[in-house]
């Protein structure tokens, strides 16, 4: 009997050792194939020398594969585990649009850093294309955070999230329920269900929101019936003399080459355009809603002084609960702060995940 306890013994921590060389062969195997790239392909700024880009593809919980951006500084230490950090873009937008400018200069400041592309947008899965759908962009990032806590460079507990524009109000809805998510910032942000549901400074009436409640609800007959797919809300395409401040804003980045990106396989034409019948399900979403439970892990709010959507980075701030901090950038408005490296306060940032991120 001692003898086949002993043969047992020795079985199981062979088959330990087994197991773990295979999954480490495994991992390699996945950073391996990882697809480096040249980042003037997929950037509309500058890449330092310093940080080598990838592509990288990983599923969601629901099996949907999400395309990313890994930015990794060429001087990592790849035999020791780093922090590192996700980054989401603005709503509407694919991740060569601002989120690779805050993943590769985390980068340059030591970070391993991912942008990823929210499914139903860019090159990431999901159909329709452009579909609306909250929940699945808040897995998306915990997805994200799966594929960074098994890479073997990374330490899964120290994962940080930084999320633009609509992805911000996404990271709040994912940190609530991910507690992975180490340390929390947000640039920018809109929240996609105050800004459905009131618009700006609470300027929709309740009367409007049902309309385009009704007008979404009546397209789905459409899209059921085999009808032609409608998209709504966006950017303009042209700009005229009745155009909006805040719209003309938007032009400038998205209808420009300072920012335009087309994802390959897309239109230019549908870009930031959700789809009609999708679009009422941010009526629904509450993502500030018990945001106060993220606590004890640290929250940063950045917003510009002059930014038209101000107001939900100080709702936020407000709701959230110790420790949090409202960075407010001097002279910078919404969409300054998506790609203008001079007023974005990339040094702030990599304080806030280098202190946290410990």
């Not at 709702?315 to 110790?322: F, G």
């Not at 949090?324 to 203008?340: M, R, T």
Request: net charge neutral; charged share 25%.
């Amino acid at each position: 009997m001692k003898y086949i306890f002993i043969l047992a013994m020795m079985t199981l921590t062979l088959g330990g050792q087994a197991y773990t060389q295979t999954a480490q062969k495994e991992l390699s195997k996945q950073t391996a194939e990882m697809e480096q790239v040249t980042p003037k392909e997929y950037t509309t700024f500058e890449v330092s020398d310093n940080v080598a880009m990838y592509k990288v593809t990983f599923k969601n919980q629901y099996k949907m594969n999400v395309a990313g951006h890994l930015f990794i500084p060429k001087n990592l230490d790849r035999s020791k585990k780093h922090s590192a950090i996700v980054v989401g873009h603005p709503m509407g937008a694919v991740k060569e649009q601002s989120a690779n400018v805050y993943a590769a200069n985390m980068a340059e400041r030591g970070f391993v850093a991912l942008s990823l592309d929210l499914s139903f947008w860019g090159e990431s899965e999901g159909e329709p294309r452009n579909a609306v759908a909250p929940d699945i962009y808040a897995e998306d990032f915990s997805a994200a955070v799966d594929f960074l806590g098994t890479r073997p460079f990374v330490d899964r507990n120290r994962i940080g999230i930084i999320g633009v524009c609509g992805s911000g109000s996404f990271v709040i809805s994912a940190a609530k329920i991910d507690p992975r998510m180490k340390a929390i910032a947000t640039v920018s942000m809109y929240d996609m269900g105050a800004a459905s549901r009131n618009a700006l400074n609470h300027s929709q009436t309740l009367e409007q929101r049902k309309k385009t409640i009704a007008k979404a609800a009546e397209q789905r007959y459409v899209e059921f019936s085999g009808g032609e797919t409608k998209y709504t809300s966006g950017t303009v395409h042209k700009l005229d003399e009745n155009t909006d401040p805040i719209q003309r804003e938007f032009y400038e980045f998205y209808r420009t080459p300072r920012g335009e990106y087309t994802p390959r396989g897309g239109s230019p034409e549908l870009t930031t355009h959700p789809t009609l019948s999708s679009n009422a399900k941010f009526m629904n979403f509450y993502p500030f809603n018990d945001i106060e439970t993220i606590s004890p892990r640290p929250m940063l709010f950045i917003t510009g002084d002059k930014a038209h959507s101000r107001e939900f980075s100080e709702d936020a701030h407000k709701r959230a609960a110790e420790p949090k901090e409202l960075y407010v950038i001097p002279n910078a408005g919404h969409v300054d702060l998506y790609d203008k490296v001079e007023l974005i306060p990339f040094d702030r940032l990599a304080a806030f995940f280098t202190e946290h991120l410990k």
